[in-house]
C-alpha cells in the first residue's frame, strides 16, 4: 500500500511533464495536421535554458521563488522565441506544399536543434544540484517510508495552474476561439478576418512554451540532461497526445498522466531496464481498441 | 459611377487554355441585390473566387467603394478581404464552424475588435473590465442577429447539429458579423424548402434594406432570385449575356437561350 502511494505520486509528478509537452503536439496537430517532431527538443532546449538560468542566479543573492519565478519566465520567453522561428522557417514555407513535406522538415529541425546544442553545449550531461530539496514523509514507522517531495508538489501545482490558465486562454479569448475556428476551417476562417498565420504562430509560442515548463521541472526533478533528452521525451508526449487522442486538449492531458503513471507502476513492480516498452505498448493496445484515443473524436464525413 | 458599390471591369480569368471568365463588365449598387446566374459551369463562382483573392485575375479590374475610397480589390487576399475590404463570402457547401456553438460561430466573426480590445489576450486572461465591455457587446451584436433567424434559443448548441435551413440562415448572419460592404452568397438557397427560401428572401432584403449592405448573390432558385434580386447578371460560358432587371431577364431571349437551348 506504502509502495502504491509513493508510485502514485511519482507518476503523478512524471505525468505533468508528459502532459505539458503533449499539449504542444496535440495543439499543432489539430491546426496544421502536423506531427511537430521538433517539439521533443524544443522542450530539450527549454531544459537547457532552464539549466542555465538556474546556474546564473545561483551567482546571486536572490530569494528561491523569485530566481524559479524568473527562471520559469526566461525559459518561456527563450524557448517560444524557438518554437516560433522553427514554425517560421521550417512549416511556414511548406504550407501549401504536400503533406509530409512539413513532416520530413520537423524530423530535419529536430535533428538541427540536438545538434545545436550538442555544438553550443558540448555532448556531455548537464547537472544541477537540487534546487528544492526536502519534503513530507508518510509512514515514517511502517517498512517503507513514503516521500512526497516539495519539488514534486511544485511540479504539479505549477503544471496544474498552467492548464488552467490554457484552458482559460482557449476556451474564453479571442485568440483561443480564433484557434478552434482554424482547427475546423482555415479558409473560412481567414474570410471571417482573422490573420490564420499569426494564430497558428501563437500555437508555436503557446505549444513551446509550455514544453519549456516541462523542460524546467525535468532539469529540476532528474538534475542531469544532455542534448539528446528531447528525443525520448518527446516520443512518449506523442504517445501521450496519441492515447488521449491526438488534437484534444483535454486528452493530451490525460494521456500525459496515464504514460507517467503506467512508466512508474511498470518501473516499480515490474522491470525498470523495460519501462520505456511499457508506455509504447499501451499506445499499440489502446490503438487496437479505441483507434481515436480516449478523448479523440473520430473523424465523420459525411457523404 | 460614383454610387457604385463595386465595379468590375474587363475581368478575365484564364486556366490553361480555359478561358472560365471572358471580359466580364458589372457594377453592383449599394443596398441593392445583385444576382448572377446563368447555366452550371458559367463562371460564377470564379466570379467570386476572385472578387474575395481566391484566385489571380488573368486581367481586369475589380473597384470597391468603401467609404468613398476605391479600393483595389486585387491587391487583397486572404484575411484582409473581411479585415481591410469588408468583402463576406459564403460558399456553396455550408461552412460552419461545426464543433463550435452558435454563439461562438458568430464571435469569431467578430474576432478582430475583440482582439485589440483583449490586449492580444492578455486582458482578456484577467478578465479586464475593458475587454469585458467589447466582449458584452459583440455578444449583443451576436444577439440581435440570432434573434432575426430566431435562433437565440439554440446559442449554445453545436452549430453542426442545427438543421439545415438554420445552418443556412446562420452563416449569412455570421457573415455579417464582419460588417461587410458587400455580402457575397453563393447558392444560399440550394437544399432549401419552399417555406425556408421564403425566410431567406426575407432576411436578404432585410440585409439590404435596414443594414444597406449590397449583396452579390449566385442562385439556381428562380423563386429567389426573381422574387429579391435588383439587378440581374447572365453569365454563359463565362461571358456576359445579358444584364437588366429581374422582369426583363425573365423575357429575353438570349438567357431562355441560353438555359433551354434553340429549336432547329
Known amino acids: ?303 | 459611377m460614383r454610387d457604385n458599390l463595386l465595379d468590375v471591369e474587363n475581368l478575365s480569368m484564364r486556366f490553361g487554355g480555359l478561358l472560365a471568365i471572358d471580359d466580364l463588365s458589372f457594377s453592383a449598387k449599394k443596398d441593392n441585390i445583385t444576382s448572377i446566374i446563368g447555366p452550371n459551369g458559367a463562371g460564377k463562382t470564379t466570379v467570386f473566387n476572385c472578387l474575395t483573392g481566391f484566385y489571380k485575375a488573368t486581367s481586369g479590374s475589380m473597384f470597391l467603394n468603401k467609404d468613398n475610397k476605391k479600393l483595389d480589390l486585387k491587391k487583397f487576399s486572404d484575411f484582409k478581404v473581411a479585415q481591410k475590404a469588408g468583402v463576406a463570402r459564403t460558399f456553396q457547401n455550408i461552412r460552419l464552424f461545426p464543433q463550435m456553438s452558435v454563439l461562438e460561430n458568430m464571435m469569431v466573426a467578430q474576432h478582430n475588435k475583440l482582439m485589440i480590445a483583449s490586449g492580444f489576450s492578455i486582458l482578456g486572461l484577467v478578465n479586464a473590465p475593458s475587454f469585458l465591455k467589447k466582449e458584452k457587446e459583440a455578444i449583443e451584436i451576436s444577439k440581435y442577429w440570432l434573434d432575426i433567424i430566431n435562433l437565440t434559443n439554440r446559442a449554445d448548441d453545436n452549430a453542426g447539429d442545427l438543421p439545415y435551413g438554420d445552418q443556412r440562415k446562420l452563416e449569412i448572419v455570421r457573415a455579417m458579423c464582419i460588417n461587410p460592404q458587400l455580402l457575397c452568397l453563393d447558392e444560399p438557397a440550394a437544399g432549401l424548402n419552399a417555406k425556408e427560401s421564403a425566410e431567406l428572401n426575407k432576411l436578404l432584403l432585410f440585409i439590404k434594406n435596414e443594414k444597406k449592405t449590397g449583396i452579390l448573390l449566385i442562385e439556381h432558385d428562380m423563386s429567389v432570385v426573381m422574387g429579391i434580386s435588383d439587378h440581374v447578371v447572365v453569365l454563359n460560358y463565362g461571358k456576359k449575356i445579358f444584364e437588366g432587371t429581374a422582369k426583363e431577364t425573365k423575357n429575353s431571349p438570349e438567357v431562355i437561350e441560353a438555359y433551354l437551348g434553340t429549336e432547329d
Open chain 1, 1 to 303: 500500500m506504502e509502495y502504491f502511494l509513493q508510485q502514485l505520486i511519482n507518476g503523478l509528478t512524471l505525468g505533468s511533464v508528459y502532459g505539458l509537452i503533449a499539449i504542444g503536439y496535440t495543439m499543432v496537430y489539430g491546426i496544421i495536421g502536423m506531427i511537430n517532431f521538433a517539439h521533443g527538443d524544443i522542450f530539450m532546449v527549454g531544459a537547457f535554458v532552464a539549466l542555465i538560468s538556474f546556474i546564473l542566479f545561483a551567482l546571486t543573492s536572490i530569494a528561491l521563488p523569485i530566481v524559479l519565478l524568473l527562471t520559469l519566465l526566461i525559459a518561456m520567453v527563450f524557448t517560444a522565441c524557438y518554437g516560433w522561428t522553427v514554425e517560421k522557417l521550417a512549416y511556414k514555407p511548406l504550407r501549401k506544399s504536400f503533406r509530409l513535406a512539413p513532416l520530413i522538415s520537423a524530423l530535419g529541425m529536430s535533428i538541427v536543434l540536438q545538434n545545436y546544442v550538442q555544438a553550443a553545449q558540448g555532448a556531455r550531461i548537464k547537472t544541477l544540484q537540487p534546487v528544492i530539496q526536502g519534503g513530507f514523509n508518510f509512514f515514517e514507522d511502517s517498512n517503507f517510508t513514503v516521500t512526497l517531495s516539495y519539488l514534486q508538489i511544485f511540479i504539479v501545482i505549477v503544471t496544474i495552474v498552467l492548464m488552467a490558465i490554457f484552458t482559460l486562454f482557449i476556451t474564453r479569448t479571442a485568440l483561443g476561439r480564433a484557434q478552434r475556428a482554424c482547427e475546423q476551417d482555415r479558409t473560412m476562417t481567414a474570410l471571417m478576418g482573422i490573420n490564420v498565420d499569426r494564430t497558428i504562430s501563437m500555437t508555436f509560442i503557446i505549444g513551446s512554451s509550455l514544453a519549456s515548463v516541462a523542460g524546467m521541472m525535468f532539469v529540476m526533478y532528474y538534475g542531469v540532461i544532455d542534448f539528446y533528452i528531447g528525443f525520448l521525451a518527446g516520443i512518449k508526449a506523442f504517445t501521450a497526445a496519441v492515447l488521449g487522442g491526438i488534437g484534444s486538449i483535454p486528452g493530451a492531458m490525460l494521456g500525459g498522466l496515464l504514460i507517467g503513471l503506467i512508466e512508474t507502476f511498470w518501473s516499480g513492480y515490474i522491470s525498470i531496464e523495460y519501462k520505456d516498452i511499457a508506455a509504447f505498448s499501451t499506445l499499440v493496445i489502446v490503438l487496437i481498441f479505441f483507434p481515436t484515443g480516449f478523448l479523440g473524436k473520430p473523424d465523420i464525413e459525411k457523404v
